[in-house]
């Protein structure tokens, strides 16, 4: 990338943690030589566009800065001759996520944003757009690098590599950054002297750390976690993994195993917010409205600490430092989804995995993690697959294959009410699924219509 004053693209910059991306640019203001932040998003985020727009601009102002920062609806004006462009934005906006979690939660199965029913929908939202973003990539800003962390991050970044064609892309997730921000004070260390591993997928992988003497500390951490603090993101509640299941694997899980490990108990509890309090997306909304009155207040000029609420915490931070890395060619450690090459064997070589990495101007250098045990590796394969299969109906609009991704996937009980949540999600999601068009009017003239009361307000 030749040195110049820099254009910066976020699309999906209505977001909530757009505070949190304007702070990380602060921080690294000499590293990074910007001269213009274009924030973009759809008529419908308008209103927060113009919220956080104005609080970014406080913000930059405050640190004494003199950056342009542009609202926009016009995401081509934005993209044209950019540098970098970040994707934050969720497809349906959150009550989409609200239907997401609640068709599944009245028939019993989980609902969650990017495990079971849930991510796999917001993967048929998500897919075409992020694929027509990159077509005007490519027309308006060829050199552009691309730093997803739209979720499922993992799935994304595989729709850009393989039917996007697009290389200059690195996923992220905020989970292994929180793991990281978290661990070492559990055993009394700091993270500079410590070396950690990750390798799986997003939201499925396991991580090994290890002293500055090159001594494994994994077990020390795991011993600290069940004890006490499980080092979670806000988002997730805390079940403990089972001890014997960890001395055995010698390995930490990402946080989001719980779903897989004690799925039980996970079901259970999102079952009673279902019922009670409400799902996970139903108390983001309030969090979500209570910090956007927050960032109406004319006198704030900086990121509220509410914001570490909202379950997100790092992921704007991490888009920072993954594109500073990029300019400066730092040679960072970060963990990134990005093509797998051989770093994990269990996987084809031509698929995304989310792993350390180096972080420069070359993009992302995956470290080699090695092979996975039986059990590690049977998870690893299912999930990919299933991945795959998803990702494939995205762009395709196949319903057999959705169905597949249905099927194969652990927290969807397969059968009938499997069909059945499949078939409704299609309805309740129609304005934003137009490569199912044909199966959903069928389904329509077939009288499908959602169950859930909350859920079917929304459409």
């Not at 917001?122 to 992020?130: D, G, L, M, Q």
């Not at 690195?170 to 591993?197: F, Q």
């Not at 509640?237 to 001395?247: C, H």
């Amino acid at each position: 990338m030749s040195h110049k004053q820099l254009k910066l693209v976020t699309i999906g910059g209505g977001s909530s943690y757009t505070p949190e991306l304007i702070e990380g640019y602060i921080k690294r203001k000499d590293e990074l030589p910007i001269k213009e932040i274009w924030l973009v998003d759809i008529k419908a985020g308008q209103e927060k566009l113009e919220i956080v727009g104005a609080m970014a601009k406080r913000m930059v102002k405050a640190a004494g800065l003199d950056w342009e920062i542009h609202l926009t609806l016009d995401r081509r004006e934005a993209l044209k001759d950019a540098d970098f462009v970040s994707t934050q934005f969720r497809v349906g906006l959150l009550n989409a996520r609200i239907k997401d979690e609640r068709i599944p939660g009245s028939y019993g199965m989980l609902g969650q944003e990017t495990n079971g029913a849930g991510g796999i929908f917001k993967a048929f939202r998500t897919v075409p757009v992020i694929l027509d973003i990159v077509a005007d990539m490519k027309e308006l800003c060829p050199n552009a690098w691309l730093i997803n962390f739209t979720n499922p991050s993992g799935m994304i970044t595989e729709a850009i590599k393989t039917y996007g064609k697009w290389d200059k892309v690195i996923g992220l997730c905020n989970v292994p950054v929180n793991a990281m921000m978290k661990e070492p004070e559990l055993i009394n260390t700091t993270l500079d002297h410590l070396t950690y591993r990750f390798a799986g997928i997003d939201h499925f992988h396991w991580h090994r750390v290890f002293d500055d003497t090159g001594r494994e500390v994994t077990m020390d951490i795991i011993n600290a976690i069940q004890k006490g603090d499980a080092a979670l993101p806000k988002n997730i509640f805390n079940v403990n993994f089972f001890p014997e299941q960890l001395e055995y694997m010698r390995l930490l899980p990402c946080a989001y195993h719980r779903y897989y490990y004690r799925e039980e108990e996970m079901l259970n509890h999102s079952l009673e917010e279902f019922a009670g309090i409400g799902t996970r997306a139903q108390q983001v909304k309030k969090i979500e409205h209570e910090l956007f009155e927050l960032y109406k207040d004319p006198k704030l000029d900086y990121k509220p600490k509410q914001l570490s609420e909202r379950g997100g915490a790092y992921y704007s931070d991490a888009a920072c430092e993954a594109m500073t890395s990029i300019y400066n060619d730092k040679k960072t450690h970060m963990v990134v989804s990005t093509l797998n090459n051989g770093t994990v064997p269990d996987l084809p070589a031509d698929h995304v995995v989310e792993v350390s990495a180096q972080i420069g101007a070359a993009g992302a250098i995956p470290f080699t993690f090695g092979p996975f045990q039986p059990a590690e590796r049977g998870w690893l394969q299912l999930m990919k697959n299933m991945e795959l299969c998803t990702v494939e109906a995205a762009v395709t609009g196949n319903y057999g294959l959705a169905l597949q991704a249905f099927t194969m996937n652990p927290m969807i009980k397969s059968g009938s009410t499997a069909k059945r949540i499949l078939d409704e999600l299609l309805i309740a999601h129609k304005n934003f699924l137009p490569q199912f068009t044909d199966k959903i009017k069928q389904l329509e003239k077939d009288g499908v219509t959602v169950k859930d009361d909350i859920a079917r307000t929304l459409i």
